[in-house]
């Protein structure tokens, strides 16, 4: 299958009205239980069964051949096929469990193994962050772009890799290192909605040591197509099998800052 920016933006439409639709569900959820899937910090709610099953449903009706990789999914669909749906329901499950209303949806579109375009909805403040390969990043309609300034100008946004806690130690070292090199530091516990402050030019930065592929798919793409950086903490490319991976991102000039940083506090 070639690529094609029109048939992109008509898959990114179906991701948004799905999106949209799958929000009535978060925004209307009450009386939320939470259930541990591996320990006590990671957590499943039957919202989030219910935003995946709605999606899958609206996609899999206007596009029969898709295939899935999804965070509530047992079995995953190979990465590699025509036309791939990467969809994170609710992240932030933990902020939603707790009424901390900081949460998204998350989809990308991939077509062999390739994001070509991908929304992330926040539903509590009603902003749609989109991109299409090649075609810029957008949140509610309107381009966005990263920052143009360094780390020492910029907020540091960072995740605590929460079900991996022995790299808590490297985490919170690399925090401090930032805090005190940038403006400031934020925990808000959303991948998708951290690398969407990236892309907006909120934040400067942002890493966590940890992450799903689901976590950041659409993500990284909105922040590649809103001018910036994204690779792993090491500098390195993402794992094309879609296993675990840490993950960078940031504004050109930040991202050199914290490679200077690091390079300047190993000698």
């Known amino acids: 299958m070639s690529y094609s920016v029109s048939h992109c933006q008509a898959v990114l439409d179906l991701i948004i ?12 959820a009450h009386e939320i239980l939470a259930e541990a899937k ?38 995953q669909d ?10 994170d329901p609710i992240d932030g499950t933990m902020n939603f469990v707790h009424g901390f209303h900081h949460s998204c949806i998350s989809v990308a579109y991939a ?21 299409i390969a ?32 022995e790299l808590a130690d490297r985490t919170f070292a690399l925090t ?8 400031d530091v934020r925990r808000e516990a959303s991948a998708a909605l951290d690398l969407c402050s990236v892309a907006a030019g909120r934040a400067g930065l942002y890493f966590e040591l940890q992450l799903s592929l689901w976590d950041y798919a659409a993500g990284v793409l909105i922040v590649e197509e809103a001018g910036g950086q994204c690779c792993t903490i090491d500098g390195g490319c993402f794992p094309s099998d ?26």
Not at 111 to 131: L, S
Not at 142 to 162: D, K, M, W
């Open 111 to 131: 077509e062999r193994g390739v994001v070509r375009a991908g929304a992330i909805y926040n539903p509590y403040v009603d902003e749609m962050f989109t991109a």
């Open 242 to 267: 879609g296993s675990k991976t840490s993950l960078l991102a940031g504004s050109p000039a930040a991202v050199s800052d914290f490679f200077r940083l690091v390079e300047q506090s190993s000698r």
């Open 78 to 87: 190979h990465l590699d096929a025509g036309q791939l749906f990467i969809i």
């Open 176 to 183: 401090k290192a930032l805090f005190t090199a940038g403006l």
């Open 17 to 28: 009205s799905a999106e949209r639709e799958a929000a009535g569900l978060i925004l209307e």
């Open 38 to 75: 591996t320990d006590h910090r990671n957590v499943v709610t039957e919202y989030d069964r219910r935003v995946q099953e709605l999606l899958i449903t609206r996609l899999r009706e206007a596009l029969p051949d898709a295939r899935f990789f999804c965070e509530e999914m047992n079995a």
């Open 134 to 165: 090649g075609q810029g990043a957008w949140l509610n309609g309107r381009p966005i772009h990263v920052t143009g300034a360094g780390l020492s100008e910029s907020l540091v946004c960072f995740g605590s890799s929460p079900y991996a806690p």
